[in-house]
């Protein structure tokens, strides 16, 4: 039985019983009781009779195309708020033409109850068209977050080796640079905030080499 298990943040391992080839195809559980194919990339360490290993997802489902669905699903609820919203504006509409008239209510005349009911629902209408606006534009907001991060890379995709390599070089030149021009500090801690970088990323380019190299 294959199931996955926490290695750092954002990267979760298969947790194998059996030992598996680089490059093999193993059927993964998930805690929710679905499952789908994985493909073995490196046997990372042995624990408690446990084999574990840095996997991919076989139909290239990762963060990105899970951000990417997020955002989907997220429009497409905020698009349907925007629809009911409008639906329940266009009917608060109704009896526009009387109500601008702006008559008062004829107390203990036949028409009151009718003018008191045509008030009260074009309130409560115009009560659901707002809050389902403020529907739509916390979905949209959320449906902007997720689309951002469908570019997003971090350590649980392969290609986070080359990316991090390639940052890592950028923060190594930005750190000596600030140390041979302390001019370019744009305050006390500058040169010790760019160490902290290089030192993360280093970090970082480490724990890809050991998933993904």
Not at 114 to 139: P, Q
């Amino acid at each position: 039985m294959n199931t996955y298990s926490k290695y750092c943040p954002n990267v979760f391992v298969a947790k194998c019983t059996e030992q598996h080839e680089k490059g093999s195809t193993i059927h993964m559980n998930t805690k929710y009781g679905d499952g789908h194919e994985a493909i073995i990339f490196n046997e990372l360490f042995t624990k408690d009779g446990f084999f574990y290993y840095s996997v991919v997802r076989a139909d290239g489902y990762n963060i990105q195309e899970r951000a990417k669905a997020k955002a989907e699903r997220l429009q497409g609820w905020a698009n349907n708020a925007e629809k009911k919203s409008l639906q329940y504006y266009e009917a608060s509409q109704e009896g526009k033409d009387f109500l601008s008239l702006a008559e008062p209510i004829k107390i203990g005349h036949h028409s009151e109850k009718r003018h008191r009911a045509l008030i009260d629902r074009n309130w409560n209408r115009m009560g659901k068209c707002v809050e389902f606006s403020e529907k739509a534009n916390e979905y949209e907001s959320r449906a902007e977050y997720w689309a951002k991060q469908t570019n997003t890379i971090n350590l649980s995709m392969p290609e986070s080796l080359e990316y991090y390599e390639y940052e890592l070089e950028k923060a190594k030149a930005k750190h000596e640079d600030l140390k041979n021009n302390p001019e370019k500090w744009s305050h006390s801690f500058s040169l010790t905030y760019a160490k902290k970088d290089v030192n993360e990323l280093e970090k970082k380019v480490l724990t890809a080499k050991k998933l993904w190299l």
